[in-house]
């Protein structure tokens, strides 16, 4: 049997024989030819741009696509040795009126390698055939057509759809730390959503090889390593209901604007804000910031004067207010003192207050109502639907001498308040619950009860109205707080599902049903009893809406931040919302928008069942 | 008694000596591939796991020399129904990785099944075959241990890596012919399976049947192979730059950290599979010569502690894991120069991966074992 052993042996010896000798062939008598084409002599490089992927709408319209563009390349391999690449950049300047010194300094800033230099992205059409028709005079200049980011709408959803550019040098350095693959001239998402789902979104370029002879001329494909394109992103906004809230919001923004410029007792509004949200998943329908921007101008490159006329802008349209605007909620902050109250001090639906004069004090301090006279009796319910001051001071106050007001700290922050809600979108702020630790440590006092009753009608506290509307969405659904999301889905060019993104629960919040059930009954009895605050404009749509209003003071007299936040149906709730007026005077403007916005939502829905 | 510390006057030291010069070589060679000149955090990383796992797979060497090989053969059975059990458990709690699923999470260290199941599916088979060595002539002796064999390479096809299979089908038939398997019945099972093959694939081009036991790429794999010329969507890239990159190295090689190819990434899966190719580019042909020769000296060694084994089943054990390291080196290293077609396969010893590394050295903890029992021990 040990012949069978030898025959292994030898056809052992044989086999790393034949290895050695096809390693002699490759690297001995052919190893000259490859070494040639290893340096890159004889080897050159064109990209084949890869397009980056779509955004749509739940319902599959486009919001954000490419077209058609052409970006200028030097292939440093083809150019012939007795051409200097100066003359060369110099000659393509003068034929195609570009100028030379921007063209010289993207040349010198890109590494040097046998790949292609990208010397101008998206040049004119007229450009590409005065450049097509001078090829001769220009070896080695390389037009490749690439694509542009194109955000169809315009100005619609800017703020949270985002824009891209050329990748910056720190970028560059982070993303390849991190171990993504990109170069210099790639482009990248800057903000919004295409920063936030950028590694799904972008595509991966391909490579052309081609083996050149001494002139640079193509003597053959060696190889093409095919483009990549990007991921689509489906999103949970709904392009109808953005549009027409955005519409309505930019409409009433300025004619609000308009009034005011007329009367000196009326501040402008300095911005504005609204969301939508399915209050049972956390998906955003719409989120609109106003005023707006047009992405596509950061794609097609803007000048340095037209972006400091944006940054400079004083009404901010660069701001994603819904996400990053940290102000006080006011009234609609008692929902919150409410649940306190309520979890606390066993304050019932049908406790009944007292408001004799429209004030509240403690010691010589008078904290007043926004009524100058009493309301006499009033159970908790009304007070609600009221916007009563005087009996969330006294809650406020009571809160206060249980635990120095931790407690009401502590209920916000169960709602989210005071942390980032986990939007899928950059840049979103946290806002600030202030509670006794907060004030030793940055003022050095103590949290006074004072302080106490500020917070209990809003004041002090600040919050996004992404966080708002999330809070809202809690009282809805009975007690979850959601993760709100804006993208629903990742598909890939074959529409097949690469991510596809669920409702995640952040916490289940830890107060009873019956809690629920009373704020839902004082947002009802606002938002419908002939007596609350929001019930003439809401009290007769076609929908039952839940509400609660809010104005909230903001140092300079009269310049107030008007807040609506709601969901409706109120029995069986299938949105929250939130409008938000940044120094808008007074909530009562906030409510038409809301009221249309409502309408427009329900009758999308009878128009897709009645088809 | 289990051990005597006289057994180790009877090892075979080229064995454990070329082994560690193939280990430093792969260290040097996954340093470039790794980019460590160039401050890389990933490199720094690659070379601490790859060490832990020569750590980790020393210490396999070890325990294995405190028993005797004969124990697997004892316990055959339940090591055939472990490697069964883990390569099906795959289905349910494994993760994939480049188009292969069978790779188990744990903690930080992924490890794929399917590598130590070669060395196991060697334990069960030397005892099949030993057991049955008087009906190997025979058609019932001869499907008994291929039944055993066809189990767990039928569920390794269908974690998608067929390149293991392939390792599996290889031993199979080196262990049989070394254990004295009638040539007719290998002849026809082999070129059966490969008519099988072609048929299949055949099929698929001509008539368009779905494949089975094959992916897309895999097909994709062989096409360029048989035909690099057809190169439309540069399914042909991996091994155009890995032949650029060996044949550039020339006689002397370009010098550690100094190849093109391998630095300026022109070169896919440099520190794992194409890692020979990085050897080639920067260490040349002389380097290249090295390697090869350094293989040769290890399998010509395995094959005589296969002949110098004390019984049967250590003749087999030391056979199969000499074919197992026979096919990785064939493949990987004719992939690399175009000779097979583009699979998986490590380069034993010298490629990244902790799963090969740690599998290659229980191999070697084995041949050693059967290598220092191989005589009656004289107190």
Redesign the interface.
């Known amino acids: 049997?040990?012949e069978?052993?030898k025959?292994?042996?030898i056809?052992?010896?044989l086999?790393?024989l034949?290895?050695?000798l096809?390693?002699?062939q490759?690297?001995?008598f052919?190893?000259?030819?490859?070494?040639e084409?290893?340096?890159?002599n004889r080897l050159s490089e064109r990209p084949i741009s890869a397009p980056r992927g779509k955004v749509m709408d739940k319902k599959g319209n486009i919001l954000v696509s490419n077209k058609e563009a052409y970006d200028l390349y030097l292939l440093p391999n083809e150019v012939s040795p007795e051409i200097s690449v100066e003359d060369l950049l110099q000659e393509l300047a003068s034929l195609t009126g570009l100028d030379y010194g921007i063209l010289q300094t993207n040349y010198d800033n890109q590494e040097r390698?046998s790949s292609a230099v990208l010397l101008r992205r998206n040049i004119s059409r007229e450009m590409m055939v005065i450049i097509k028709e001078n090829k001769d005079a220009l070896p080695g200049v390389y037009i490749e057509s690439s694509s542009m980011r194109d955000y169809v709408y315009g100005e619609l959803g800017a703020h949270f759809l985002g824009y891209v550019g050329e990748i910056s040098l720190s970028e560059l350095r982070e993303f390849n730390?991190s171990?993504y693959n990109y170069r210099g001239g790639d482009i990248v998402g800057k903000i919004g959503l295409e920063m936030e789902y950028e590694q799904f979104l972008r595509g991966h370029d391909?490579i052309e090889?081609i083996e050149v002879n001494s002139r640079g001329q193509k003597v053959k494909?060696?190889?093409?390593?095919?483009p990549v394109p990007g991921n689509d992103l489906v999103l949970n906004i709904n392009l109808e209901l953005q549009q027409y809230f955005e519409d309505i919001l930019l409409e009433e923004f300025y004619r609000l604007r308009d009034i005011a410029a007329d009367d000196p007792e009326l501040f402008p509004p300095t911005g504005a804000a609204g969301i939508v949200m399915n209050p049972n998943s956390g998906e955003i329908l719409a989120i609109v910031s106003v005023p707006k921007f047009d992405p596509n101008k950061f794609v097609s490159g803007l000048s340095y004067e037209e972006y400091a006329a944006l940054n400079n802008d004083p009404l901010k349209p660069l701001f994603n207010r819904p996400i990053m605007s940290q102000v006080n909620p006011g009234s609609v902050f008692k929902l919150v003192t409410g649940t306190a109250a309520v979890e606390n001090l066993g304050v019932r639906a049908d406790t009944v207050f007292y408001d004799r004069n429209g004030k509240y004090t403690i010691g010589e301090w008078e904290y007043r109502n926004w009524l100058s006279w009493g309301e006499g009796e009033i159970d908790f319910i009304r007070s609600f639907a009221r916007s009563n001051n005087v009996v969330f001071y006294q809650l406020g106050h009571e809160l206060y001498k249980l635990d120095r007001g931790d407690k009401m700290a502590w209920t916000a922050r169960q709602y989210g308040f005071g942390s980032l809600s986990g939007i899928d979108l950059p840049g979103e702020k946290a806002g600030l619950v202030p509670d006794n630790e907060w004030k030793m440590r940055t003022q050095g006092e103590i949290w006074y009860p004072g302080d106490a009753v500020h917070l209990a009608i809003g004041q002090k506290i600040t919050v996004t109205p992404l966080q708002l509307v999330n809070f809202i969405s809690v009282i809805a659904n009975g007690g979850t707080l959601y993760r709100p999301h804006l993208a629903d889905k990742i598909i890939d060019a074959n529409g097949e599902v690469v991510l596809d993104i669920k409702p995640e629960i952040i916490r289940k919040v830890p107060f009873k049903k019956s809690t629920f059930e009373i704020l839902r009954k004082g947002m009802i009895a606002a938002a419908n009893e002939p007596y609350g605050t929001a019930s003439r404009q809401l009290r007769d749509l076609s929908v039952k809406v839940a509400g609660k209003t809010g104005t909230a003071q903001t140092g300079i007299a009269g310049a107030n931040h008007g807040w609506f936040a709601g969901f409706a149906p109120a029995d069986d709730p299938e949105i929250a919302l939130v409008v938000f007026l940044e120094e808008g005077n007074s909530s009562s403007y906030t409510l038409p928008i809301a009221a249309r916005v409502i309408e427009k939502y329900f009758s999308m829905q009878v128009d897709e069942s009645g088809e | 008694m289990l051990w005597n510390r006289k057994l180790f006057k009877n090892i075979n030291w080229y064995i454990p000596i070329v082994t560690i010069l193939l280990i430093a070589i792969g260290i040097l060679a996954i340093s470039s591939a790794a980019e460590l000149n160039k401050e890389s955090?990933?490199g720094i990383r690659l070379i601490k796991k790859q060490l832990i796992s020569v750590v980790l797979g020393t210490i396999f060497i070890i325990i294995i020399q405190l028993f005797d090989y004969r124990i697997f053969q004892h316990y055959a059975s339940v090591i055939y129904i472990g490697t069964i059990g883990v390569l099906a458990i795959i289905f349910i709690i494994g993760t994939t990785a480049k188009g292969t699923t069978g790779w188990i999470s744990l903690g930080s260290f992924n490890f794929q099944p399917s590598e130590l199941a070669k060395v196991t599916m060697i334990l069960v088979l030397a005892e099949v075959i030993d057991r049955n060595r008087e009906e190997l002539n025979y058609l019932t002796g001869f499907l008994k241990p291929f039944i055993y064999v066809l189990i767990p390479t039928l569920l390794i096809i269908l974690q998608n890596d067929l390149g293991t299979s392939l390792v599996l089908i290889v031993i199979f038939i080196?262990m049989l012919?070394?254990g004295?398997g009638n040539i007719r019945f290998l002849v026809l099972i082999f070129g059966g399976g490969f008519s099988l093959v072609v048929l299949l694939i055949a099929s698929h081009l001509l008539f368009n049947t779905p494949l089975i036991f094959f992916k897309k790429y895999q097909l994709d794999r062989l096409i360029v192979f048989i035909n690099p010329g057809i190169?439309?969507?540069?399914i042909?890239?991996n091994l155009?730059?890995s032949?650029?990159?060996?044949?550039?190295?020339?006689?002397y090689g370009k010098g550690l950290f100094a190849g093109?190819?391998n630095q300026?990434r022109?070169l896919p899966e440099k520190h794992t599979d194409f890692i020979f190719s990085v050897i080639?580019?920067e260490f040349?042909?002389i380097g290249?010569?090295v390697v090869?020769i350094l293989?040769?000296i290890l399998?010509?060694q395995i094959?005589n502690v296969?002949?110098e084994a004390k019984d049967n089943y250590g003749r087999l054990v030391a056979?199969g894991i000499?074919?197992m390291f026979?096919f990785h080196?064939?493949e990987n290293?004719?992939m690399t120069?175009g000779?097979m077609p583009i699979t998986g396969l490590p380069l034993p010893f010298i490629s990244y991966g902790g799963s090969s590394m740690v599998t290659s050295l229980i191999a070697i903890g084995l041949v050693i074992n059967v290598n220092i029992r191989r005589k009656k021990i004289v107190f």
Do not use: C, H, N
């Not at chain 1, 052919?30 to 070494?35: L, R, S, V």
């Not at chain 2, 190169?231 to 540069?234: A, H």
């Not at chain 2, 032949?243 to 006689?251: D, V, Y």
């Open positions: 049997m040990d069978r052993l025959v292994f042996k056809v052992v010896v086999t790393l034949i290895l050695a096809r390693a002699g490759l690297q001995l052919m190893g000259d030819y490859f070494y084409l290893s340096e890159g390698s730390e171990g391909g090889q494909t060696l190889s093409i390593k095919p | 955090y990933t080196g012919f070394v004295g190169d439309p969507t540069g042909g890239y155009i730059q032949k650029i990159a060996l044949g550039s190295g020339r006689i093109t190819q300026l022109f080639g580019e040349g042909f290249v010569l090869i293989y040769l399998l010509w094959i296969a002949r056979t000499a074919a026979f080196v064939l290293i004719g120069m000779l």
